[in-house]
């Protein structure tokens, strides 16, 4: 029978942010293309309309998340995982490519991108070993190897089609889980120079338009026409909307598409052009809302697993958040990561409603272990 206190603990608070966003988003899309559209430079069905309907089937997908006992991702954990492994070697081999990546499976009139499902693959898988294995003097590197190889391996698969902006979020989710279960400090030490040097060698393997895109960073305006177009455009959007903003649909950047990829990466300068510096905060009062409200369902989950995957899907959308914001903002180099909830692209949207699906279940389910 259908347990009434299910319906007592539900996280109505968590469902409430993450639908404003969500609707702010659609609204935020809206004004994003409406240039496009009037121009007759966008064809077919309109993005606000296709991230409409992925949000419906997001919001089934996130209720079918949250019915079942999230139990059941401990037990099948490692099946999820290597379904994603599996995706994203058919990606390789059969992916569609779109300008230069090969990143999407195309399934009839959709196109999904396997990458995205890993930033709920990974955290389930790592989840469960490091709730078996917990240490309360720390993890060493001789029980980190497994961990390790679960991470590095989806991330080398996702930065070959190429795509370093989710293989980066990847890692990164991977490395806040590892640092909140505890490592053991000379295996902290060693991980971090290993890492360093990782970093420094892998500037050697990186395709060229990504070493432009780091060159940028440090100085846009070398190639202010070329390469630092997005962040200068970006960065003068954002200027440009002040302290209260210029209106809804009144943002001269992204009207007069001067502003790139304005319903993807540079959302965020749409946004800010629009409602200024006090809506800019407001949007990252709410995300920052999502995220401690997840921290503070891993806190009160009354065993480990529900603990330590709460705080990697958290740590999902902090990241994103982060990169994505830092992106617009001239703070980081343009890594293509979308902004949660906000940005275009289905396969981004449909995953975050799963993981905030994840953490209602785990947060109306907490009554049913003991401390």
Same mark, same amino acid.
């Given at each position: 029978m259908f347990d009434r206190r299910l319906v007592q603990h539900f996280d109505w608070g968590l469902l409430g942010l993450t639908l404003v966003l969500v609707g702010a988003g659609i609204f935020t899309l809206y004004s994003a293309v409406n240039a496009s559209a009037i121009a007759g430079r966008a064809p077919g069905p309109p993005v606000y309309l296709k991230q409409l309907y992925w949000f419906f089937l997001g919001l089934v997908a996130m209720v079918g998340a949250f019915l079942f006992n999230y139990k059941w991702l401990y037990r099948f954990g490692g099946l999820i995982y290597t379904a994603c492994i599996a995706l994203l070697v058919l990606v390789l081999i059969a992916g569609k490519e779109v300008s230069g990546s090969q990143r999407w499976l195309t399934f009839g009139p959709v196109s999904f991108q396997p990458s995205e499902m890993l930033k709920i693959a990974l955290p389930i898988v790592l989840a469960r070993y490091f709730s078996d294995q917990v240490s309360a003097e720390g993890f060493e590197l001789k029980n980190l190897w497994k961990p390790i190889f679960w991470s590095l391996l989806p991330f080398l698969l996702i930065a070959n089609q190429p795509d370093l902006g989710t293989g980066l =979020?990847?890692?990164?989710?991977?490395?806040?889980?590892? =640092?909140?279960?505890?490592?053991?400090?000379?295996?902290?030490?060693?991980?971090?120079?290993?890492?360093?040097?990782?970093?420094s060698v892998a500037w050697f393997f990186l395709k060229e338009y990504q070493k432009q895109r780091i060159a940028i960073f440090v100085n846009p305006g070398q190639d202010p026409l070329g390469a630092g177009y997005h962040i200068i455009q970006s960065k003068i959007a954002v200027g440009s909307g002040m302290f209260w903003g210029k209106g809804f649909l009144e943002g001269t950047q992204n009207a007069l598409s001067f502003l790139p990829e304005q319903h993807t990466d540079f959302i965020f300068s749409v946004l800010a052009e629009e409602w200024g510096f006090l809506g800019s905060a407001l949007f990252i009062l709410l995300y920052m809302g999502i995220i401690v409200w997840g921290l503070s369902i891993a806190i009160r989950s009354k065993e480990p697993f529900g603990t330590v995957l709460a705080v990697g899907i958290t740590s999902m959308m902090f990241w994103q958040v982060v990169i994505n914001v830092g992106m617009a903002l001239g703070l980081l180099p343009v890594v293509g990561v979308p902004l949660p909830l906000i940005s275009y692209g289905g396969s981004s949207l449909l995953v975050t409603l799963i993981g905030v699906g994840i953490l209602l279940n785990i947060s109306m389910r907490r009554f049913m272990f003991k401390s």
């Open positions: =979020v990847v890692l990164l989710i991977a490395g806040s889980m590892t =640092v909140f279960v505890k490592i053991e400090r000379r295996t902290l030490i060693f991980l971090g120079g290993v890492g360093g040097l990782m970093a």
